[in-house]
């Protein structure tokens, strides 16, 4: 009975059906949902009952205030706060005291999804106060129900979504997506993946063989995020992964102790975008660092992780990852989880001479409040679960409370100075 009466509405989702499936679980609930789809892509996965917009983002605050006093809407529901259309939606929905909740990609991975109030990642509300987290009740520690792995199913979505996309636009002629959707080359980038995967299944294996026997302890871990990463674009100093390489790998060579190791990982998302290789060898070989940097693509990320003396990233989740294995993490934009006591303070020349292990009972206090408030146990390739569902009413419960703290503050870029 939690949604009874509830009128939400949902903007974009994550590629597939996940909004679809999560309408229908809504309604049986008890709620009046409405959807508005931008392309033929969103409408391909949501195809009944929905609204159409199909004029330009100029028009689209005054069309979505609109729309929000027609149809009485109390909360509004997407997927990934830094979209165009989405950032306009946020404005105008604060300005005008809607709720809104924003899912993401789990902080807590796998077998997790975020739904968190007001938005995610740089723009979370979450406090950046160790001691608002110490000072938090204990909270239960859930056993998350596992899902079976979905780079299938992401990738037959992700390819419908660009053939319906680049079919429909004459229907949308005013609509420009995120980033590039052209349905052959994502067809083309899928199964490049796939082969780079096979390809360097040796390399990788190699690697993982190499981070648990002569240089374990001797490396640091730089995990790469995918090119587009809107966390990279909007929330962190660099214009691109290009820059973050050059930036870290200029630091390491100037500053780190001679005998160390940079390990640089591929993310698995990105594998049959980009190739850095070229680069990383052109820059080390510059720099003096050729036999000190090893790019590897899909070594087993726990093992380099619980044998890494420290990780650098711009605001990746891996850091959070290694946050758990008690590995010292450099933050260098702007993330959840840098918070004095968890990640380094130092700058990143003194990173690589004396990098501080996190401090265990405050990773815990932090994890047991994600899973409290903002983790929901689902997957954005399968139905929505009940546990996503309970999440939902217990949010709809606390209206958001626990969430925004008076202690958060804007987080600052960290100089890599």
């Known amino acids: 009975m939690r949604y009874l009466g509830r009128k939400i509405l949902l903007l974009q989702g994550p590629m597939g059906p996940f909004f679809w499936w999560l309408s229908r679980a809504l309604q049986r609930r008890g709620a009046t949902v409405h959807k508005i789809n931008f392309n033929f892509g969103d409408l391909l996965f949501y195809p009944f009952k929905s609204l159409l917009y199909r004029k330009s983002l100029l028009d689209w605050p005054l069309q979505f205030e609109q729309i ?4 009485s809407i109390q909360e509004i529901v997407l997927f990934g706060d830094c979209r165009a259309y989405h950032q306009a939606a946020i404005k105008v929905a604060n300005r005008l005291g809607i709720r809104v909740l924003v899912f993401e990609e789990g902080y807590l991975r796998p077998h997790w999804v975020t ?9 979370s509300r979450l406090s950046n106060s160790p ?12 056993e998350p129900e596992s899902f079976p792995h979905s780079f299938g199913r992401m990738a037959l979505f992700s390819t419908l979504y660009s053939l319906a996309e680049a079919c429909g636009s004459p229907l949308f002629p005013n609509y420009s997506h995120h980033r590039g959707l052209n349905p ?5 980038v899928w199964l490049r993946s796939a082969l780079r995967r096979r390809r360097h299944t040796v390399n990788s294996k190699q690697v993982k063989k190499r981070c648990k026997g002569a240089l374990a302890k001797n490396y640091f871990l730089l995990p790469l995020q995918v090119r587009n990463d809107s966390q990279i674009r909007h929330h962190s100093p660099f214009q691109n992964i290009d820059s973050l390489l050059e930036t870290v790998l200029e630091s390491f060579a100037a500053e780190a102790p001679k005998e ?22 052109s820059i080390s070989r510059t720099l003096g660092l050729y036999d000190r940097v090893i790019y ?48 380094s303070a130092d700058e990143l020349a003194q990173f690589w001479v004396n990098p501080t292990p996190p401090d265990s009972f405050l990773y815990q206090k932090f994890r ?3 899973l409290a408030t903002n983790q929901a146990n689902t997957s954005f390739a399968y139905p929505p679960t009940e546990a996503l569902l309970e999440h939902w009413g217990g949010m709809q419960r606390e209206s958001g409370r626990t969430i925004v703290t008076a202690e958060h503050v804007e987080r600052p870029f960290s100089s890599p100075a």
């Open 184 to 188: 052959w080359y994502e067809i083309f």
């Open 68 to 71: 929000l006093q027609e149809y």
């Open 131 to 142: 001691d608002f987290y110490l000072n938090q009740p204990p909270a239960p520690q859930p």
């Open 296 to 343: 590897t693509w899909d070594s087993h990320l726990p093992t380099i992780l619980n044998n890494a003396l420290g990780v650098v990233t711009a605001n990746s989740t891996v850091g959070l990852q290694a946050l758990y294995h008690r590995i010292p993490v450099k933050v260098l934009g702007k993330a959840i989880y840098d918070i004095p006591g968890l990640t």
């Open 260 to 281: 160390l190791f940079l390990v640089i990982k591929h993310h698995p998302m990105d594998r049959g975008y980009s190739d850095y290789s070229k680069q990383i060898k």
């Open 368 to 370: 047991e409040y994600l």
């Open 115 to 123: 739904l968190e109030e007001g938005g995610v990642n740089g723009n």
